[in-house]
């Protein structure tokens, strides 16, 4: 039977490329990358919002960036799912979001509550597996506007894979560490060029797989 | 290049099945067969919720259900898009909610503008073609929950197309009524049978083609 | 010293014009005509929104029509107020909104209530005076979508006056029956052509002056 | 070990009193007739707010009425809870609210989710036992404003007590018919004189004793 | 006649035990030992929510925990009411909340106004007393979670009584200093154990009979 | 044809007066001095709140102090109009709403947009010219309270001006930096007095009439 896999994140999972200011090519994006690696039996739903953060409200946005105020609509329109990928943190790293590793972990831990609490249709009381990724740490950059608006971020984003780790071993979960095979580009400090993203997408299919029982 | 399109819809569009309880196949939703008729150049999102209204909140569920509130997000989430396909309305049916298709054309109505007036990404100023797509009538149904949940909407719901029609040419937007190729069951007078929600997919891959240039 | 008064409304305050589907002339419109009559010495505030309610959410509009959420902002905006004139009520006939007089009524009351304890700035206790004004009933229309959009308002509408009178009594408040004055256009049924709205304006000169001590 | 019992209601359980437009004595509240019935080992606590709501807005108050919204804080503030009393309905009849008896149902059903889904504290999987008190029928009254507020609200009341019953059956809570011990009375058609509240506090000691297992 | 006295507040009023991890025994809670001392002429509510602030948004939570959002809800259900206590702040000592003694001091005042400018039932104009009661100042914890969580609270908590007596004299309001009597636990640096929350609820008494005019 | 001006700001534009603690008079506002210099053709509408930030959440009031939230509806209030000029960003300074100079620019950057994606009523698909006003920089003041909700503000602030001349470059808005004209005053470090709030007028009025095309 065909198993069901939600990508949960930010642009990094949306694929928005410092180089084009646009969005990579579908073929390079890590849900993409995961989804052709999985097969036909797999479908591999790429839920990827600029801006995104766990748990923390942005106002500056003309839509709803809180992660945990969408994840449940989102859950329920991909019902029945059998893994949940969820990789978000980078956006917390903003001072006026957030600025502090630790809160994005806070953030982290309510998602995996919202999913592990989550009313499934039809009365089911099995929800899917969760699989936390770190998003690797952000690095300098001469873009000053990205500079400025993740001050601070290099120090904090580097914590958040540790944390993380520990995060989902508390908790049951899978742990995967975007840093361990992808580095952001120097073009803004945060973003994934294409090759990256790629990486990510390969490095996840047999994490994915295993958590799939496949 | 590859084309996108988006279906935001409710338990129409999800796949609800009034036989099992459950989803339907994932090869039987029409968002799927659509995708399969359009071929590996066309990325179809299916965006169904159960429940999902035009414009209305409610508060009776455990997670926004109203569509106007959740829509700039989802169209973030997979901008750039070349085509949305809106078919909701059936929901606004329910007296809690709504209870009149005037009160769905104006919910639908309000979809519209905010697919008009989206900010979309990298400050392109073209948006997305818009298909309105009006639910098939209700039908009388010896189930008394759902007979309840809908009074009334037997009547009301055969109003949709015409109305809906009417708001798509003022509006600029292409229209498909799919009543003129589905039935709704009797098993709970709302929903599609896998028979009826395939012939919907098969019935717009034409529209949607015109509408996508190919 | 400098008098001030808001005009707390909807289209009728706003000035729209059933004619010209746009909005009536700065001097045509009764907070104009108003403050021209009450002179240099009363400064006259002109706040109204389309599609404003009293008390309740309408998610078809994109901005918040609520008048109970908007109002303290509003008041604060303005403060030191000596007169708050409101006339809302007719968009509470819409069915989706609420449909009936009586609903209207107890939204008025919630926005009184709202004046009599905001909190005014500087720790004043004293707030201004409230003169509630009944918008004139609606009449038959041969514009169909008007005619949807408030089917049933003709006959609740009537009732407003006379509810309206007997909430000014009980709470203290100044109490003007614009049918008295003014009739609404067969045009859509609901709004004020130039000549009604500008007979509003003349005639709420005396009351406003009186509840001014002018 | 003591034991817990939140009632959760609206102006029948805060023990609003017709007659002298306060509230009963605190002798005379349900809650503390059932607190005196069941002893010191059992802590009661009474959350009755006047208005509230089962699961729908009520934006013509100073402070949230939907039961929905405020169930979980109160879940918080109380845990551990071994019973959960929840009598609301009444206050869905107001045509402003919902109308109906149907929809009371609803919000009823999602009362009983946000229980059964509640994040207890500290990793608890286990949460209170439920049951639903239906209140007892509106009754015609020579009072206008209750009578215009409440229209309908005879007959849809009626209906209250089977349809909560097939509910509580379908979803493993408790039930008991208010209307089988109490009468509302004709001053408002709503409320519930002192012998009538102090008789329902009576009746629910051995349902609540069998429940928490007394 | 009975009086009534409001206990708002955090995990101190709720009863967190930092060793048990669960809640202080119903007898050990400061709340219930102030009832025990003023008797039964006295109703004492205690509405403790773990991580309430006064007055800012949390959105790591399932629930509401913004004490300003929810106070006027609480008021209502148990009007009438003789007086408020209000210990709030620890919470907001939480970088990701406020993070500032300061921050604090202001949503207390935004607490005050609430309790001031509240619409009482009936009419009544006189509200309840409110006695604000500062939290004990944080300690220093090997608790590395809570040290994280509590940041820079250590010194910021200091300044809590001084900042808090200045708001009750310049509200006139009653103050008093739950750091004079209650010492929190090293063992996560926030909470108290029972032998301290018992103390402050000792020491409450002769405060609450004075002002309750007993 | 009459034009029309919205004057969108806080304190700075409601005319709070440092020394009364009051407000200026009427004609000592600057929107009052920049009305009477561009005359009666021209309709100045003020619409300065205390404490609205550009577009960030402040639960410490009682109304809706969020820019971006209300912006919407006051465009649609004063609908059609041919410049809208905001100076905003004074209170984004305090910490425990931002902090940061940065955070002022975005949350500008998100008014901008608000008013260039309004849906103006009636199809019109020209909106208004944008006038961005750097608000004067904080200076130190002996005033504690004040000190404190605005620590780093001095520093933070005195950035503003240049960071709005880029946005508005960027976003093809005009700009004027009140600097230039107006200080604040040190009786509290954030706010102007009479003459300076008149002098902001008169340097505004030739900008204003050149943006306006008189």
Redesign the interface.
Known sequence: M?KTVLCYGDSLT?GYSAES???H??ADRWPSVLAAALGPEV?VI?????GRTT???D????????G???L??I???H??LDLVIIMLGANDMK??I?G?A??AV??M??LI??V????W??GRDEGPEILIVSPPPLCETANSAFA??F?GGVEQSAMLASLYRDLADEKGCGFFDAGSVARTTPLDGVHLDAENTRALGRALEPVARMMLGL
Chains 1, 2, 3, 4, 5, 6 share one sequence.
């Open positions: 065909m949306w200011l646009g969005r090519d579908f479908t790429a839920e990827g919002l600029n748990a923390y409200d106002h500056l946005a003309d839509c709803d960036r809180n945990a105020r969408i449940p609509t859950l329920h329109s019902d029945p001072p006026v957030c502090q630790f809160g806070q953030g831990e309510r509550e919202l592990r609490h989550h009313a249709s039809f400025a608006m001050a």
